[in-house]
């Protein structure tokens, strides 16, 4: 890459854009009026105006921003996720380089990888899903192949896995020395990210589409509106802040404990910002980690409902009230006739199940009947049941390897390898196999 013809590499200045980022944090550190909310408008908009600056000193790029910008919902310690999307392999020698910036991850990918990658996977594919057109060069193509893969089936899928992987799995499983990491644990600033999805799958609108403030306000007030759940703005607001602090915290002291929200580094947050919270009635350390937990358990509760009532209001709320209806210990049984039979949303209700299998102790030799009954499908309608499969601790490792071996050949993405690589069932031979395949695998650069 450092060989390329220096036309051909974009260098950009960061001063401005530090500068207003570390305003912003001091800001949302400091000053008891301004929002996390506000700092998302703020961050959000500079890190755009910043990008367009880079993308007008190459204006034949078609550029693509996911995560919290994709979504306006930057903050001061936020990663920036740029794509440079190319219409061929052939063009992939074209890079962008930018300097002075931290934070900043740019992928690459050509428009034929991406689409399969839209169809056959899910968690990878949210990168872009999750994300607009950045730039001055339109992408039309790119918008109608997202627009052209959030079938109701696919998406409904999407938000079913998500949902069970990051409520259930992921996060309860992310811990430290210090005791879990709230991070990461269910009442994190990731949950909010269901408000999105759920709201997506409900308007049909992919990509989003993005108005002047953070997509987070809009998608809590639709659910709101539509699902009549209590919207928890001001836990959301704490959450956010806390764990931008955390960052900030780590940074100023370089303590690792201090690294991400846990028990010991909200101590050292309430520090860190003590002026503002006493603002809102919060004047010890005590009353801040109480008042965080709470903000924790009422953003969960809200996700919990929202994520209810979106599947009990679907078209497909009579397939899911089938499979609930079945026993627990018989489901795990029941699971390959489920799949073989298929239905009018055969994904979701094959993610449905299988993860709902998985938390009825399933045993082994059910776990390698499911696994074989979705590997005899598409990716398409099996992805999201084979993310339970890839971490479900009651798949036997050698299903696990007989799975990865599978989406070596298949998978367009390869999340659900990386996945294998954190199952406790999975021996050190099967999780180094996949490990290196994954790195195989991973095709945005």
């Keep these: 890459m450092n060989n390329l013809p220096d036309e051909r590499l974009i260098h950009a200045e960061a001063g401005d854009f530090n500068d207003i980022r570390d305003d912003v944090a001091e800001r949302l550190f400091n000053d008891p009026s301004y929002t996390a909310y506000d700092a998302m408008h703020e961050m959000s908009d500079a890190a755009e105006e910043h990008i367009n600056g880079i993308a007008k000193k190459f204006p034949t790029n078609k550029l693509w921003?996911?995560?919290?910008?994709?979504?306006?919902?930057?903050?001061?310690?936020?990663?920036?996720?740029?794509?440079?999307?190319?219409?061929?392999?052939?063009?992939?020698?074209?890079?962008?380089?930018?300097?002075?910036?931290?934070?900043?991850?740019?992928?690459?990918?050509?428009?034929?990888?991406?689409?399969?990658?839209?169809?056959y996977s899910?968690?990878?594919?949210?990168?872009?899903?999750?994300?607009?057109?950045?730039?001055?060069?339109?992408?039309?193509?790119?918008?109608?192949?997202?627009?052209?893969?959030?079938?109701?089936?696919?998406?409904?899928?999407?938000?079913?896995?998500e949902y069970f992987f990051y409520r259930y799995f992921d996060f309860p499983n992310k811990t430290t020395s210090m005791g879990p990491n709230l991070k990461y644990s269910t009442g994190s600033s990731r949950d909010t990210i269901f408000f999105n999805m759920i709201s997506r799958m409900s308007t049909g609108d992919f990509p989003a589409v993005r108005g002047a403030t953070p997509e987070l306000l809009g998608v809590m007030e639709d659910a709101e509106q539509r699902y009549g759940i209590s919207v928890p703005y001001n836990a959301v607001n704490l959450i956010f802040t806390v764990k931008n602090a955390?960052?900030?915290?780590?940074?100023?002291?370089?303590?690792?404990?201090?690294?991400?929200?846990?028990?010991?580094?909200?101590?050292?947050?309430?520090?860190?910002?003590?002026?503002?919270?006493?603002?809102?009635?919060?004047?010890?350390?005590?009353?801040?980690?109480?008042?965080?937990?709470?903000?924790?358990?009422?953003?969960?509760?809200?996700?919990?409902?929202?994520?209810?009532?979106?599947?009990?209001?679907?078209?497909?709320?009579?397939?899911?009230?089938?499979?609930?209806?079945?026993?627990?210990?018989?489901?795990?049984?029941?699971?390959?006739?489920?799949?073989?039979?298929?239905?009018d949303f055969s994904h979701a209700t094959n993610t449905l199940a299988t993860w709902l299998a998985t938390a009825n102790n399933p045993s082994a030799s059910d776990m390698k009947k499911i696994a074989d009954a979705l590997i005899d499908l598409p990716l398409d309608k099996s992805w999201g049941a084979l993310m339970a499969v890839a971490c479900s601790p009651h798949t036997p490792d050698a299903?696990?390897?007989?799975?990865?071996?599978?989406?070596?050949?298949?998978?367009?993405?390869?999340?659900?390898?990386?996945?294998?690589?954190?199952?406790t069932s999975a021996s050190a031979t099967t999780k180094s196999e996949a490990i290196m395949r994954y790195r195989d695998k991973e095709i945005i650069l």
């Design 399 to 423: 299903t696990l390897q007989q799975l990865s071996t599978w989406l070596y050949k298949h998978e367009r993405g390869a999340y659900l390898l990386k996945l294998i690589t954190r199952n």
């Design 122 to 161: 899910l968690v990878d594919a949210n990168r872009f899903i999750d994300g607009r057109r950045i730039g001055s060069v339109p992408a039309p193509e790119v918008e109608q192949m997202i627009l052209e893969a959030n079938t109701q089936d696919h998406q409904l899928a999407n938000n079913i896995s």
């Design 246 to 343: 955390a960052i900030s915290v780590f940074d100023k002291t370089g303590d690792p404990r201090s690294r991400y929200v846990s028990p010991h580094s909200l101590e050292s947050i309430y520090e860190f910002s003590k002026d503002k919270y006493s603002t809102w009635g919060i004047h010890s350390s005590r009353q801040f980690i109480e008042a965080y937990s709470a903000a924790r358990q009422e953003l969960e509760l809200a996700v919990d409902t929202l994520f209810t009532k979106s599947l009990a209001d679907h078209p497909a709320s009579k397939e899911f009230s089938s499979i609930l209806s079945i026993p627990g210990k018989e489901l795990p049984v029941e699971i390959p006739d489920i799949i073989i039979k298929g239905s």
């Design 65 to 119: 921003v996911g995560g919290s910008l994709g979504r306006r919902e930057m903050l001061p310690n936020s990663d920036i996720d740029l794509f440079v999307v190319y219409d061929s392999e052939y063009d992939e020698d074209i890079d962008i380089k930018v300097e002075g910036v931290d934070k900043f991850e740019i992928g690459h990918i050509t428009t034929d990888r991406l689409s399969s990658l839209l169809r």
